[in-house]
DNA sequence: TGCCGTGGTGAGAGCGCTCTCGCCGCCCCG
DNA sequence: CGGGGCGGCGAGAGCGCTCTCACCACGGCA
């Protein structure tokens, strides 16, 4: 716990290097119209007192802070129980970092925290935020556009307020759940069952549709509600049982919930894949391989995910136009998804 | 994707108000030492111009920025499939918010960018560090230390450079094994292994010597090397099994490699706990609930380990003292684990 | 009544940076 | 050889805030 020493400033470096403030300003801004002898001078000044800008007098003046927000808005600590909001920050990192922006973590807990987050976004603090609001009422993506807070949600935000400009990074999640029940479909299974997530946030209802779109007409029966945990997963899948037991296959609303669709059927003593065919969703790697048999599902990438809604916030922040693409309001992009066969169908 | 609106500043809400700048700062900064009727008609100013600090210009003159940096200093994207970091950060912060400070998450790839997390902890941006660093040949503690930000570490930095006013929050990994094995050799287990976790973490090296503790002359071959994975638990307890056939008690590193080793047990068609009997640890929630049989383990209150990082920081920080205590240099401290009996032993 | 002490308020400097503008010297062209 | 243009550099203002200090109006005491 060693106190922190005082720094150099630009006026000491300019000093220094026996050039004005200006110029090594210049320099440290990348060292546009300066000649090359100087710049020389005043980067070794820079090197030989350890100069590090101040980005508090630097943000003063340009109104920018390189910084971005990311909201993660789940109500219950289930958000890191699941492997995946850390794969999406780590895509977030990298991309922000990349771009020499840095990351502000906004948990919430519940919903007091939400006015909370929107002053502290309203205050300027950051240049954009990053937001992860899954659930159908939630008022936060509301309080964030009235913040005027450039901002690009993570998973299609599934509320009633204002749809202009909304800009969103999501799997094709309907797109997806129709392979899933296709691939059952050409094993030869007829009786189909679904496991459906917590249906509040939109990723699940969009594989519902997914699933009902090749099941056209269904035995409503065969869906049974789950919340994307095993514990639902299995409360489902022992709903299912009961109600049709002559199914032959079930696709899970995600891996966690096929694990636990897994367990309650080889208590039920049924065999996978052989009487039922299971397949999941997400591909997240430490459940998706680690159950017993391995389970097929259909994979998104979670860290593309992430690092593409911040390469699309900074885009639209103008940051000398990360990695290509025409400058402008960048719009949504649905991420395809991909079968992975292993053994569970 | 808005555009941030231009914000009144101190200034507006002197003259909205009648006062000068002073006393709005005064007001804003908890109205010490400003009559009443002064205090509402500023409050009221405040108020109706929805008026928000300028946290850059503010820092600039206090040389506080009321933001926290973590570290999360892992080689691999392993970080987050345990929701061992998710945890500890939503105790993190939880703490921050409740004083007012914001976290700045640093997620490091590798060797490379070490350099770059020291210059932006160097580069005074954040008022302290908390710091996940666990691995023996780590250079970033070096290097936080040299760069003099206030810092408090995440599980004991297991590295060589100079100790004095180092300080961490961790679990009693020692004290919680000793119990571990002596839970098993209480249930009358005499040929006890242990699967370790990746012996270049403090952590695991602790749970060995706990381990070591209470089996003084253990068999060698008792103890195989995982890594925290449950891959790793699976290797490890084949390797056991090939060893020791006759062992009857497993203690594992960590929750998820006892998972492993239970699963390569139930093939091998040993019974758990009947002839062998096991035990996991961290009481990682998702995970030993939801093994079959569920884990019996030593809780370790992850959750409040971070809240504790984030006290002991920013009580270093002389934030206003947070949750009482003496002020000063805070020094590590040792949270004490719980034995959680399930079915697995 | 006069004086000092005290508490409340305002004026103004200055935190470290960026950016505009103006000056100066050089080169090119007539 | 002179003038205009241009590129390189420095001077200085000002971003929005905090904090010191000086000022003023009281009240208490001699």
Redesign the interface.
């Known amino acids: ?5 005082p ?1 150099p400033t630009l006026e000491a470096v300019a000093a220094r290097a026996g050039v004005s403030r200006a110029t090594v300003s210049r320099v440290v801004n990348g060292g546009e119209g300066v000649r090359e002898p100087l710049v020389e001078r005043v980067r070794r000044a820079v090197e030989e007192l ?1 100069y ?6 630097r ?2 003046v340009t109104r920018r ?1 390189d ?1 971005v927000a ?1 909201v993660v808005a789940e109500p219950e ?1 289930r ?3 699941d ?1 995946f ?3 999406q ?2 895509g977030i ?2 991309e922000l ?1 990349a771009y020499d922006n ?6 919430t ?1 519940g919903r007091d ?1 939400h006015a ?1 987050v929107a ?2 976004l ?4 950051v240049d954009g935020a990053l937001v992860f609001s899954l659930h159908l009422d939630d008022p936060l993506p509301g309080l964030i ?1 009235r913040a ?4 690009v949600f993570g998973g299609r935000p599934g509320w009633s307020g204002d749809r202009r ?1 909304v ?1 969103y990074v999501d799997s094709d999640n309907r797109g997806g759940a129709r392979e899933a029940v296709r691939h059952l479909a050409g094993l030869g299974r007829t009786r189909i069952a679904h496991i459906t997530g917590a249906l509040d946030q939109t990723s699940a209802a969009d594989r519902l549709d997914g699933y009902r779109d090749v099941m056209v007409d269904a035995d409503p029966r065969l869906i049974a509600e789950g919340d994307f ?3 639902g997963g299995e409360r489902a899948m022992r709903e299912l049982l009961g109600r049709c037991p002559d199914l032959d296959a079930v696709f899970a609303a995600n891996d966690l919930s096929a ?2 669709a897994l ?1 309650v059927l080889r208590a039920s003593g049924r065999r996978v894949p052989d009487d039922v065919a299971v397949i999941g969703f997400d591909d997240m ?2 459940v998706a391989e ?1 159950t ?1 048999p391995p389970l097929t599902t259909i994979r998104q990438d979670i ?1 593309e995910m992430g690092r593409l809604m911040a390469r699309l916030l900074l885009r ?1 922040l103008d940051r000398r136009n990360p990695a290509g693409g025409v400058v402008g ?2 719009s949504s992009v649905v991420l395809p998804t991909t079968l992975i066969r292993r053994t569970s169908a």
Chains 1, 2 share one sequence.
């Open positions: 716990m060693t106190e922190t020493a720094r350890g590090v800008p101040n980005q508090a007098a943000s003063l802070h910084a990311v600590s958000v890191f129980a492997p909001f850390g794969l920050l780590r990192s990298k970092t840095q990351l502000v973590l906004l948990l807990e925290d909370r002053r502290y309203a205050g300027g603090h556009q005027g807070v450039p901002t400009g800009v945990t095993p514990a694990a636990g367990r790697l430490p680690q017993d860290e639209g309001t960048p």
